[in-house]
């Protein structure tokens, strides 16, 4: 009697949790992101502060896979970068640059030639995926490679430091 009672309630708690998901066609309610506060800009300041420590931390990361090590270790490593390189966008706003009085090692490539920077994060965060999603160790470390190959191409390009 008892298991009766409780799938009984399970039924009609999942049936009240699908219902308030459904939508009419003739519901006019604003998409998620306008319904939610946006979030403030970082200031220049803190953006340069959270790019050097993003930076860091990629850099921790990436020598750890220079070690190699086991699947689980170079997945998360993966993870850590790819987590790290996604926030990147926001980390480069306009006025964040050298040419704007800003103490920086980015280059002011980065803003004059931003379609390429951008080509780079996208190049670093496929390969950190690709580490982290790699179905075996051998995988991995071949993925691995390719985060430093985009790491060197990319400072090559848009650091001055």
Known sequence: MHMKKFFAVALTAAAI??????????????????????EAALSVEDAIFERQNAMREIGAAARSLQSG?????????????????????????????????????????????RAAFDQQVAALVAAAQATANAPNAQAAGAAAGGIGATCRTCHSQFRTM
């Open 17 to 38: 949790g699908l219902a308030g998901c459904a939508t009419s066609s003739t519901d006019s309610a604003a998409p998620a992101a306008a319904t939610e506060p946006a």
């Open 69 to 113: 090590g086991d699947l689980a270790a170079l997945q998360a490593t993966g993870r850590t970068i790819a987590d790290a390189a996604q926030r990147f966008g926001e980390l480069f706003p306009e006025g964040s640059g050298p040419g704007e009085g800003v103490e920086t090692g980015a280059s002011a490539a980065i803003w004059t030639n």
